[in-house]
């Protein structure tokens, strides 16, 4: 029997899931592994919405929903825009989406065709690149030369070497947790129109930014699209529930599309997630201690040699260079889970040029745990 394996799916693998994987096995043999190599936060989904999800359960009619998802849902979604941002936003332009994931899916399909550009940054999530060109959409990488952050004059520089359809953006970002200013998406914005560019903006690490308020993309220009998601501040990870705003042009050939590809997000995941929105006392209590974890490893990696290379802005990513101990960031993670048991992502996940000498390290986990992750590795550098 022959076996077809296409082209399009040589893509790069997600070493963060990999690295995961060790983790997970070296866990299961007894070993005290402390991981900050995936972005998951440790805590559970609000107490509101595990209780929304077993009525749910007890009812036991779960089934498909609207592609486009459940009406209280999307309404409490747009809610949420008026109550967090002060903008308007129609339900009607709310797409309810398996996870960020299926929305980047969905709308690279419904924005662009097999062979047109689209740019992102580089450092930044994999995903983004390895969808695009699973489709058939080619990357163009716009490096970031350590800034930190997407600028408006970079992005008119590199239109202008090798122009694009499309532009992917995130703030706050992965890995690096940079965060963009508002006045720059306001310039980002308008080389974007002056170009022709199409404009997707992710948020799903919205409401986990220390230093500034959120700014969507969508209180500047309607017409960008624009991703979030329940998993990162909301503690919901493997609920697997996203959502996308659109413009109305772009609700119709979505919805079609995720009729065929998905059907619905999960119902359930969907009950649930109305009831996210409670609980912002309790997921800031969270966010506290996500604020205790980055204040502490800005002292702790960089008197480790490992330089904090971007603003940590925002998530729960400290994005560093390890060219003081290592020009092998991939040897470098699988040596430090082998013998200090603490993971973490090799920057080859998030820059395929410069990641062989950078790493993200995830501080969603306990600061206590996070704690005891900077004494073994301080032990292991003999600092």
Not at 329 to 341: C, D, L, P, Q
Request: aromatic share 8%; with cysteine.
């Amino acid at each position: 029997m022959t076996v077809a394996i296409s082209r399009r799916s040589a893509v790069e693998p997600f070493h963060a899931m990999d690295v995961l994987a060790e983790a997970n096995r070296l866990k299961q043999n007894g070993c005290p592994i402390i991981s900050m190599a995936v972005g998951q936060p440790s805590d559970p989904a609000p107490e509101a919405v595990r209780h929304a999800a077993v009525e749910a359960a007890r009812e036991g009619r779960i089934g498909y929903t609207d592609a486009l998802g459940l009406t209280g849902l999307r309404e409490a979604i747009a809610a949420h825009y008026l109550d967090h941002y002060g903008l308007a936003v129609p339900p009607g332009r709310v797409v309810v989406t398996t996870g960020s994931s299926a929305a980047f899916n969905l709308s690279f399909l419904a924005m662009f065709d097999a062979g047109d550009q689209v740019a992102i940054t580089a450092p930044g999530y994999p995903a983004y690149r390895n969808i695009l060109s699973a489709l058939g959409i080619e990357v163009v990488e716009i490096s970031l030369h350590g800034d930190g952050y997407l600028s408006a004059d970079l992005l008119a520089e590199t239109h202008a070497k090798t122009p694009f359809k499309g532009l992917l953006f995130a703030s706050p970002a992965n890995p690096t947790g940079s965060v963009i200013p508002a006045d720059e998406i306001v310039r980002i914005a308008a080389v974007a129109r002056d170009r022709g560019i199409a404009l997707i903006s992710d948020e799903i690490y919205h409401r986990l930014a220390f230093g500034a308020p959120d700014t969507t993309a969508l209180s500047i220009d309607p017409d960008i699209v624009v991703i979030n998601s329940f998993s990162k501040y909301y503690c919901m990870t493997g609920w697997r529930i996203g959502w996308m705003v659109v413009p109305d042009a772009l609700v119709r050939p979505i919805e079609r599309i995720q009729q065929s590809l998905y059907i619905s997000a999960p119902e359930l995941s969907q009950r649930a997630a109305i009831r996210a929105f409670d609980a912002t006392g309790e997921l800031d209590k969270v966010k506290a201690r996500y604020a205790a974890s980055r204040a502490m490893l800005m002292e702790r990696l960089p008197a480790l040699g490992l330089r904090i290379a971007a603003p940590m802005d925002g998530a729960f990513y400290a994005y560093c260079d390890v060219s003081a101990w290592t020009n092998d960031s991939m040897g470098f993670a699988r040596r430090m889970i082998a013998e200090t048991h603490v993971a973490a992502t090799p920057g080859l996940d998030f820059d395929t040029v410069e990641g062989h000498r950078t790493m993200r390290f995830s501080y969603a986990g306990e600061t206590g745990a996070m704690a005891e992750a900077m004494d073994r590795i301080g032990r292991w550098l003999g600092v």
